[in-house]
Structure formats: structure tokens, C-alpha cells
DNA sequence: ACAAAAGTGTTGGTGTTACACCCATGT
DNA sequence: ACATGGGTGTAACACCAACACTTTTGT
């Protein structure tokens, strides 16, 4: 790094693309956008775009997230960068990929004209360029950070049932899961308090409604 | 990305920087570099250098560990993109930064002309640019992957003792083990295979000797 | 009364921690 | 004989997996 001038040399490009998640009707959903125009013109494809020349990585990651959803505030963490020299086949393009989790109810449209849909992560199109694989990485990554850290909140609105949670891992892990030891486990957790609020929702018993209790973040 | 021309906007460099760890005399190293040039010249920073336009990632941080080390088959892995737009005074530049653990009996000396060194992780100067930062991050990643996935066997030569075994856990987490808990886990996991050998160093019972059995990568 | 989802405990097994002494060698 | 690090087992506890019935509501 210290003997080489960098104007010298050509740059590649630098894009951010989105994984973005949510949960609906019982299911993992992913947010993708139809391309207009060359190279995969029409193929489905994951939210992204280049990076300004001084713009955080964060900051593009936020931005185009807000302009297909709409929503701000929420769970986005660095997934991995990929940058095979012929993932686009026009140029060189470096793409540091982020994987996004929105509560279905904050679901709103996006301000952008593109063509956006919600596709089942376990059935969708094959996208462009090498973004079946980021999907795949961005799902297993997120299975592996359930199991540890408490990010399933991220895809629930404020209040909700012990059973949308379970729902929530359920999905996420594609398995069942056991209702009393998963109950077990989260209560003993700590992260969960009960409001006193139930909901009821067909004609069986209602549901006890909780909310997450932020941690300390044991800095 | 589907309504821009990547040539209207100017492009950041995009760089690699590496985390290269040994261990030696029951301590946890890192390979740095005195910078030679502005900024920071005179300060220790970590090895890196700028993506080749047609070079994959991975292989300009091969490129870069070989230049420095001599070593080419070693333990490699990404580890995180840093982007913040000031992390280089003179110009934007994305750096991609991986780590690598390097059994010190391979260590040589590197091709490169530059002074190189290795320090502490826990004792080292203040670096350059964000490498402090990135360096802590490759720390808390290493931490977090020797306790699931058998990476510890990546900074050991072929044959190893069991203490030495150990050391390495000890020295990554900076704690003390358990000898007896530590060996009956250790053995258990059916990660080793003993050779019939020994060795004996100075004037006590000499140790058995270990090798690593390569895992199922139970895809 | 019945259909539907909510809610609730116990048991056996597995893994983790804590802990102290004898063994093989060189000097 | 002693100094040095190598090597070994057991008991208490915590955590995890398996498993079936009762409760509350709407119709």
C-alpha cells in the first residue's frame, strides 16, 4: 500500500446490494426488483446500488433500503463482499452486500418507480448476476446469528404472541420447533415481558401478547 | 443499479488489508509494516494493497500475504469491508480486510523490502488509518469461530502436543483452560488422530504427539 | 357440544464445570 | 532424590429433547 499510486491504476466500481427480509403469511419473504435494462433485462434481482464517492457504506446501504421500503429504523448488518472479476459481465464491479430485517407491518410501498415483489426465499425466480448466492449466504448467516443473538424481534411489531415468534425461528430455520421447550427457553431468556394485553383472534382462546426488552449491551 | 452509468461517478480505490496471525512463545502475533510514505509514515499499519482491476479479492490478498510472508497455503478468510469516507485522508478507499493464522514453523521472511515485524496483539503500537479498529474486529471474530469450527489447528505445525494445543486456545482467549476438561473435550470431538510418537523436551515426561483429521465438509 | 389454538411439567440423557494426584523423564 | 511438565477420573449441576393433556374462546 505505501509504493503505489493509486491514480495509476483502474478502479472498479462499488456497489452495496440489499437482502432484505420479512415475514409473511407463515413465510421468509425477500424483496426483489425487476430489471429494466441490460445485461439479465427482465431477470428478478436484489435491491442495490453504487456507493457515492463520499458516502459510508452504511449510508448507501440505508438509502436504498428507504427507497424500495420506505422504512428506516431497522435490523441491517454487513453481510460479505463479493467480487469475482465477471459477476457483471459489462466491468469490474465490487459489491459489499447487507442483509436487512423489516417488520411485515411496517411493509409499506417504495418510493421508487421499479418493479418490486416480495418473493418466497424458499421459491423464487433465479436472479441475476451472483445473487442467488448472496441470498443463500445472507439466509445461512441469519440462521446462524438466530441461535445466539436475539434478531427474530427484528421481523415482529412491537407486541406479539409466543407463537408469531415461534413462527418467526420456525420460518428462518425451516423446521419445527417444540412449543413448550421453545416457551421454556424464551421466558427463562429474559428477553421477553409480558404486557397484560391478550388478542384475540378466532374463536379459541386468545393469545397473551409480550414485547423484547432491549439488553444491556454488556460493553 | 438498473438506471445508473457507473461512468458518470467517480470511483473509490479498493484495497485489501490483512490480519496475519502466529503464534509464538505462548503469544498471539500480528505481521505489521512500517509505512515509508505519507500519511502515516513512520507508523506501523497492517499489510495491504489495491485491488488488481481484473483480480479476484481473495487473490489480491494471497498476492499480499505471500509478498509479506513467503507462505501461500495457509487459513484465509474475509472478514469485513470498511468504507468510512475519512478512513484515508488523501482519497476515498474501500478496503476489504481478511484475516490469516499461520503455523509459526511456517514463518519466513517476507520477499518484500519494506520493514516488517511482529507484535503482540496484545502489546502492539497505535496503527495507522482504522487498523486498530480492524485488527480488534479480527480478534473478536477469530474468538467467536475457535469455539465452534477447529480453526485453532491452523496456527500449529502438522504434529502437535496437547498442551501446545491448549496454549493456542489459552492465548486466543486470553484465559486459562481446564487441563483435564480441555483434553477429554479435545479428544471426544475425534478432531485428532495420535501418532505413535513422542517428544521429548527437556527433563520431564515427553508429550504424545497429534495430528489434525481433515472433517467431512458435511455438505 | 365441538373446533381451534393457547397454555403448561416431568423425566432421561448429555454436556460442562470443578477439582488433586501420580507418571516419566533429565539432572 | 527432586524438579518439571505430562497425563488421568469422578461427582454435582445445568442444559436440552421428548412427550400429552387441559384451558379458553366463538360458533
Known amino acids: 500500500m505505501t509504493k503505489y499510486d493509486s491514480s495509476k491504476y483502474e478502479k472498479p ?4 446490494d440489499l437482502v432484505i427480509f420479512t415475514i409473511q403469511e407463515r413465510d421468509l419473504k425477500v424483496l426483489l426488483i425487476r430489471r429494466g435494462i441490460p445485461p439479465f ?3 428478478w434481482a436484489l435491491p442495490g446500488g453504487f456507493v457515492g464517492i463520499k458516502e459510508p457504506l452504511e449510508a448507501a446501504a440505508l438509502r436504498e433500503l428507504e427507497e424500495e421500503t420506505g422504512v428506516g429504523d431497522v435490523y441491517l448488518e454487513q453481510l460479505y463482499t463479493f467480487g469475482e472479476p465477471k ?4 466491468m469490474r464491479v465490487i459489491t459489499v452486500a447487507y442483509y436487512a430485517l423489516l417488520p411485515w407491518s411496517e411493509v409499506v410501498g417504495g418510493t421508487d418507480a421499479r418493479e418490486a415483489r416480495w418473493f418466497s ?3 423464487h425466480p433465479k436472479l441475476a448476476f451472483d445473487h442467488d448466492k448472496i441470498v443463500d449466504y445472507a439466509l445461512e448467516r ?3 446469528k438466530i441461535m445466539y443473538v436475539p434478531i427474530a424481534f427484528q421481523l415482529l411489531p412491537e407486541k406479539f404472541t409466543l407463537t408469531e415468534l415461534q413462527q418467526v425461528y420456525e420460518v428462518i430455520l425451516n423446521s419445527t420447533l417444540d412449543k413448550r421447550n421453545f416457551r421454556k427457553k424464551i421466558l427463562a431468556s429474559g428477553l421477553l415481558k409480558g404486557t397484560r394485553q391478550t388478542r384475540l383472534e378466532g374463536r379459541h382462546r386468545p393469545a397473551a401478547l409480550y414485547t423484547f426488552v432491549p439488553q444491556d ?3
Not at 13 to 16: A, F, G, K
Open 121 to 123: 426465499v424458499y421459491d
Open 13 to 16: 466500481s462499488v456497489t452495496v
Open 41 to 43: 433485462q427482465g431477470k
Open 142 to 144: 441469519m440462521r446462524n
Open 87 to 90: 459477476r457483471d459481465p459489462r
Open 217 to 219: 449491551l454488556g460493553a
